[in-house]
């Protein structure tokens, strides 16, 4: 028989934080080896999906301030992960570069390592609930399952 426990929104939202420190702390240990910040990796990620965004739109993705991510990115291009691109007008873009774009999938692959350890516990018709209640919960803000799948990304 299934576990009816009924859980407060307060617990549950607790502990939806509680797994994403854990992941947070076991990827920032896992990319600190490799010279990257968990910050640094979002952005790789997001601007291999996403090749010559703004810096507004890696903001917006990263969950980061504008300046924030303009620091960021300076850090980056400083470090030959990202270089800037003019585009139309005014704007910058921003690209991935070769080295950037290695180091990526050495860490995707790190990243991969540590969110099916913390996912092991449930198999695939568990996966496949999760997965349906988070986007019940986040509408539109929930990213496909094809886009989400970090192999897809690869």
């Known amino acids: ?3 009816r426990t009924a859980y407060s929104a307060g617990t549950l939202g ?3 934080k509680r797994l994403q420190v854990r992941h947070q702390r076991a990827l920032e240990s896992r990319l600190a080896p490799l010279g990257l910040t968990l910050a640094q990796w979002d952005a790789l990620r997001h601007l291999h999906a996403h090749p010559d965004a703004s810096l507004h739109d890696l903001a917006v993705l990263t969950f980061q301030t ?8 300076t850090r980056m291009v ?3 992960l990202v270089e800037r691109v003019t585009g139309p007008g ?3 873009r921003h690209r991935i570069t070769p080295t950037g774009e290695r180091l990526r999938v050495d ?8 969110l099916a350890t913390s996912l092991a516990a449930l198999d695939d018709a568990d996966r496949a609930r999760l997965g349906a209640l988070l986007a019940q919960l986040l509408g539109p ?3 496909s399952p094809i886009r989400s799948h970090p192999s897809a990304e690869a």
Do not use: C, F
């Open 78 to 80: 400083a470090r030959g």
């Open 66 to 73: 504008d300046q924030s991510m303009g620091t960021l990115a």
């Open 1 to 3: 028989m299934a576990d």
């Open 14 to 16: 607790l502990a939806i």
């Open 107 to 114: 860490v995707q692959r790190e990243v991969d390592d540590v």
């Open 90 to 92: 005014r704007a910058v």
């Open 141 to 143: 803000d929930m990213p």
